[in-house]
């Protein structure tokens, strides 16, 4: 008798009608044969072995190189269980019309069959998925990203414990290019596309969209959130977990090397894109980080902003899109003040100033946690580690200051349900537009976001102490348009103000939109930045926040009779605050 993975295995290739199927074992020697395949294909160009050994650049097709929202799908029998933040088809009708799609797709092509764990190999909270997939930079992909091949397989056993997804390239026409998930069975079909969050199924489409609804049903959390550890002088270890939207900053933070190491304040890593938290027993909240690699934002990373990601890169990484020097070395834009003389971009072309950017401002790294120097000792801790600080933040130019504190943990959810932020490049469409971005899951909930608001709600009572909450902006410009805060290492500055205030230390001035520091309660020493800009990073404009009271009522109007009463309590408490303090300042 076959087990139900062999069945769906079966069946897939029924459909799809590939000429092999290899099953994936995660091995070195099978790695070996697939970078072989490649490199043979072009699929993979070589990089240079003696500076950059088993490193490789994949350039994908130009219509292919970031995630397509507009065609991500989530399919559940009712509309309104999607909610209006999410696409939505009925799981009929999106099979009807995908079916075709996979209809001989994988004809004269390998099959690969993936099967992968979510968390740590011996974690009670990780889970299992198995991707189908024709794409042997996939396959290799979900190999540094996540726990794949044997260890799955083992685990697995002869059960049905497990998210399938089914992946074909197709023919990467955008046409023809659909991210179905039907979280109902716990099942994801995706066509069209080879790139990161729309190709490796464990990511995105399971760790999050899939998970969220899991979460949801088993009362605990799956978020689009870094996991890091803040180390005090004592060595005392606080681990915090931070929601940015995509390309906003959650790689460079959960690894940055810290400007205040000569005080003893080191940052260590945990994860930097999601992070699955459940309440334990003794009543903490604890995170795991259910991925094993890091799938990284490559332009703007340079020995400055983030040396331990660049010492990481030098070996066993996958680089997409990004530009290739004379030497055979990957390249991108803010690795170096000038760009070297023989540049190819790319596309492959040579490159030459005028013709935009050498490395698309998505292109990407795809690498192993267990290379970065940071990596925390307890970042595969099968209980997770205990969260003390919810951090959320975005992209704002304006309105937001640098960080504030969240009054407690309802006024925290709302917090979260209300942020904003400008897009990026991580995303096809416009760049630097502003828009709602709750929790940084605008794209990555599975389910009404109205619903997952109650979700966030209801965790808190759960939990003994709940996290406190914080809002950062590292992205606040001066009129001239220029970064207010330097960012990246500085950051700690930040996360050690939170730490100060977990521990009833730091001082903090009460506004209309929460607790924002008193100049001296921020450590500056070393930094050279004027009063007044630091002024302007912390000011809390009430008129400027009144607007944006405004705006997110009707963001939240949109969820009509279905958003939880307690948000709207805090919205009106907002006003509340932000008129009496209007009238005070008149
Ligand atoms: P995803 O992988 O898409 O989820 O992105 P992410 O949130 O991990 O963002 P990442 O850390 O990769 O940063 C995205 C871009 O923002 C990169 O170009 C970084 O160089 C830049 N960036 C990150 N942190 C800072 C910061 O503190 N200040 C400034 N100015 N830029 C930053
Ligand atoms: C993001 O866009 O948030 C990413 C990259 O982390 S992707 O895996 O493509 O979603
Ligand atoms: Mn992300």
Known sequence: MSTPLESWVEESARLTKPAKIVWCDGSVAENDRLTDEMLRDGTFIELNQRTYPRCYLHRSNPNDV??????????????????????????????????????GAMKGRTMYVVPYIMGPVNSPYSKIGVEITDSAYVAASMRIMSRMGKAALDRLGGSDDFVPGLHSLGD???????????????????????????????KKCFALRIASWMARDQGWMAEHMLILGLEDPSGKVTYMAAAFPSACGKTNLAMMVSALESQGYRVWTIGDDIAWMHVAEDGTLRAINPEAGFFGVAPGTNAKTNPNVMAALRH????TNVGLTQSGEPWWEGMDPEPPAGLIDWNGRQWSAPNGAAAHPNSRYTVPASHSPSLSSRWEDPAGVPISALIFGGRRARLAPLVY???????????????????????????????????????????????????????GPKLKNPPKVFHVNWFRRS?????????????????KWMLDRIEGRAGANDTPIGCVPTPNSLTLDGLSISRDTLAELLAVNSSDWSEEEQAVGQFFNK????????????????????????????
């Open 172 to 202: 990467l026409n955008p046409e023809r290019r659909f991210i179905m998930h039907f979280p109902e069975e716990k099942l994801i079909w995706s066509v069209g596309s080879g790139y990161g969050g729309n190709a490796l199924l464990g």
């Open 479 to 495: 009129a001239d348009g220029k970064f207010l805060w330097p960012g990246y290492g500085e950051n700690v500055r930040v996360l």
């Open 66 to 103: 970031a995630r397509t929202e507009g065609l991500t799908f989530i399919c559940t029998r009712e509309k309104e269980t999607a909610g209006p933040t999410n696409n939505w088809m009925a799981p009929s009708e999106a099979k009807e019309k995908i079916r075709p799609l996979f209809d």
């Open 316 to 319: 066993d990484t996958i680089f």
């Open 405 to 459: 504190e969240a009054r407690d943990w309802q006024h925290g959810v709302f917090v979260g349900a209300t942020m904003a932020s400008e897009t990026t490049a991580a995303a096809t469409g416009a760049v630097g537009v502003s828009r709602r971005d709750p929790m940084a899951m605008l794209p990555f909930c599975g389910y009404n976001m109205a619903d997952y608001f109650g979700h966030w709600l209801a965790m």
């Open 559 to 586: 969820f009509d009779g279905r958003l939880p009463a307690p948000l709207r309590q805090e919205h009106a408490s907002l006003g509340g605050r932000l008129s009496r303090s209007s009238v005070a300042t008149k």
